[in-house]
């Protein structure tokens, strides 16, 4: 396993427009993470599944965010009629319920978007 | 809700020097988890932190967790250029998620 994985690495996409993202995380995970963050601040938690169950949800998560994980495998974070404020990095981690004392929760490398 | 505040933001420091980058706990700290990032990359786990007192070291990296004062310490010692990047601290609040500060973005002039 080479850790989580993210796909694409980087999305250009115009004003109103569409886009989805892809994150395939650690086989043994259960718990998967997706995170926005912009220059200079710290990742944002946006919402987390346990399996595919999704347990919470910040309030940063508009109408226009959704996010799957139908087999409780991989995930998707899409977001609808783009607007330039949702440009980020978005970030998706993963972790064992017991195992992130040692281990932490394991970040992939981030999808950069970029709404023009 | 519980935030985090890391100070300093940014530290520029010469090679050799030692430098100290904090994290300060609105709330209890259940734990403390410290990461790197290096630009437009993901965050690579440093250490964790889970009792009051505790200390851990990975290389020339050392962290301690001070449960009353709600804070942890990042300490490096003889810096190098391979040290440089933004270092986060993130704890998890009840729930599971992790939270996180607004980093410390570090530069070390050979």
């Known amino acids: 396993d080479t850790g989580v994985s993210q796909d694409p690495r980087h999305k250009i996409t115009k004003r109103g427009q569409n886009v989805t993202f892809r994150c395939d995380p650690i086989?043994?995970?259960?718990?998967l993470y997706w995170y926005r963050q912009t220059l200079g601040q710290g990742p944002e938690f946006l919402t987390y599944?346990?399996?595919?169950?999704?347990?919470?949800k910040s309030r940063l998560l508009s109408d226009r965010f959704s996010a799957e994980r139908p087999k409780g495998s991989f995930s998707t974070l899409e977001i609808q009629r783009t607007e330039q404020g949702d440009s980020a990095m978005y970030l998706c981690?993963?972790?064992?319920?017991?195992?992130?004392?040692?281990?932490?929760?394991?970040f992939g490398s981030g999808t950069r978007l970029t709404v023009v | 809700s519980q935030e985090l505040e890391q100070s300093p933001q940014s530290l520029i420091v010469q090679e050799g020097k030692n430098l100290t980058i904090n994290c300060t706990s609105s709330k209890t700290l259940y734990g403390l988890y410290w990461y790197k990032q290096k630009y437009g990359e993901g965050l690579i786990f440093l250490m964790m932190?889970?009792?009051?007192?505790e200390e851990k070291s990975h290389e020339k990296i050392t962290a301690k967790l001070d449960e009353k004062k709600q804070q942890s310490s990042l300490h490096i010692t003889a810096s190098q250029p391979s040290h440089a990047g933004i270092y986060l601290c993130?704890?998890?609040?009840?729930?599971?998620?992790?939270?996180f500060g607004q980093g410390t973005e570090l530069s070390v002039k050979p």
């Open positions: 932190l889970q009792k009051g007192g």
């Open positions: 993130g704890a998890p609040p009840e729930g599971g998620k992790l939270i």
């Open positions: 599944f346990q399996n595919e169950a999704q347990l919470e």
């Open positions: 086989s043994e995970h259960n718990r």
């Open positions: 981690a993963s972790s064992h319920p017991y195992r992130t004392s040692n281990y932490g929760y394991t």
